[in-house]
Nanobody, 128 residues
């Protein structure tokens, strides 16, 4: 069973940056697509970014394109989300989640139902 632990959230001013980390254990990330999701108060959970098990395919929702970058360090079994030019509307609890895939696959998803392993979440607050 893949276990995920997020870290790196916090309070930052608009225009600032944060890097979230998602440390995985129990299974190599080579067999999982990893997604970052977020949920703001009163809003539905939304997929923000995803990286395939191969690490070669990444995707983002339109509202974060050009500002967020997802990356994967296979040696550390960790996925990162670099968030730049943060806006107040980025405020949310951010979760990383794992979707079982195959080794070296380019498949990715933003469907919550595809993700069977979830971290506990980390709060990101963007405020002056």
């Amino acid at each position: 069973q893949l276990q995920l632990v997020e870290s790196g959230g916090g309070l930052v001013q608009p225009g600032g940056s944060l890097r979230l980390s998602c440390a995985a254990s129990g299974f190599p990330l080579d067999y999982y697509a990893i997604g970052w999701f977020r949920q703001a108060p009163g809003k539905e959970c939304e997929g923000v970014s995803c990286v395939s098990s191969s690490g070669r395919t990444t995707n983002y929702i339109d509202s974060v394109k050009g500002r967020f970058t997802i990356s994967r360090d296979a040696a550390k079994n960790t996925v990162y989300l670099q968030m730049n030019a943060l806006k107040p509307e980025d405020t949310a609890v951010y979760y990383c989640a794992g979707a079982r895939s195959t080794y070296g696959s380019n498949w990715y998803s933003f469907r919550e139902a595809d993700f069977g392993s979830w971290g506990q979440g980390t709060q990101v607050t963007v405020s002056p």
